[in-house]
């Protein structure tokens, strides 16, 4: 934000950003799964049980649904192009906002279960 004001760049800059990570966060998921079947035979690390194995596709289906909500506030962008750059009265700030503290919780979430799953498949 410069001089009170938001370019549809700055805008652009955080989605990609958060794209990004979120796409980081699903190949975690998928790396977290690929352990899960290396320790089965292992004596001394126990597998994920089915209900952690359930709660982590359907994160995996929040991280999608986030990042699709995402794509679609940046094709909206170009109905907005005519009103940038906007300030925080604006209806799409709003909107970003919310976005934000949605990656922000969504993020804090994936991080607190992957640590703790790293834990459980001993590493």
């Known amino acids: ?49 089915t209900v952690e194995l359930m709660v982590l596709d359907e994160h995996v289906e929040q991280l999608q649904k986030l990042s699709n909500r995402i794509k679609v506030q940046e094709n909206e962008m170009q109905f907005y192009n005519k009103d940038f750059p906007i300030t925080t009265a604006h209806k799409y700030y709003a909107e970003h906002i919310e976005l934000r503290k949605q990656m922000n919780g969504i993020s804090s979430i994936h991080l607190n279960r992957v640590a703790d799953l790293i834990t459980a498949l001993g590493i």
């Open 1 to 49: 934000m410069k001089n009170g004001k938001i370019n549809l760049v700055d805008l652009d800059f955080e989605y990609k950003m958060w794209k990004n990570r979120l796409l980081l966060f699903v190949k975690e998921i998928h790396l977290l799964k690929e352990r899960n079947e290396e320790v089965k035979t292992e004596e001394y690390i126990e597998e994920l049980n």
